[in-house]
């Protein structure tokens, strides 16, 4: 079963950047998908980005679009969220999860990782 375990938040001022660290334990293959998401207070959990385990193929909410960058690193079972040009916006609880389908839907994604915080300031 895969297990997931974020890393890296924390605060930074607008316009800054800060890169999240996904660790992939548990039983990845080429099936395997991890996307990113997001929740802020009193917010609905968002879709921000999604990656093959592979690579091969990525997207990203239009929010983040040209802002952030997924990227895997398959020999250290590691996906990065490389985050720049942070806005007070992007402030919210960041996870990262698991699932074998292409999807923006945080429920077809029955893997989850316990989410890292953080916040913009202005």
């Known amino acids: 079963q895969v297990r997931l375990v974020e890393s890296g938040g924390g605060l930074v001022q607008a316009g800054g950047s800060l890169r999240l660290s996904c660790a992939v334990s548990?039983?990845?293959?080429?099936?395997?998908?991890i996307g990113w998401f997001r929740q802020a207070p009193e917010k609905e959990r968002e879709f921000a980005a999604r990656i093959f385990w592979n690579g091969r193929s990525t997207d990203y909410a239009d929010s983040v679009k040209g802002r952030f960058t997924v990227s895997t690193d398959n020999s250290k079972n590691m996906v990065y969220l490389q985050m720049n040009s942070l806005k007070p916006e992007d402030t919210a609880v960041y996870y990262c999860?698991?699932?074998?389908?292409?999807?923006?839907?945080?429920?077809?994604?029955?893997?989850w990782g316990q989410g890292t915080q953080v916040t913009v300031s202005s």
């Open positions: 548990g039983g990845t293959s080429s099936s395997v998908k």
């Open positions: 999860a698991a699932t074998t389908a292409w999807s923006r839907d945080p429920g077809n994604y029955p893997t």
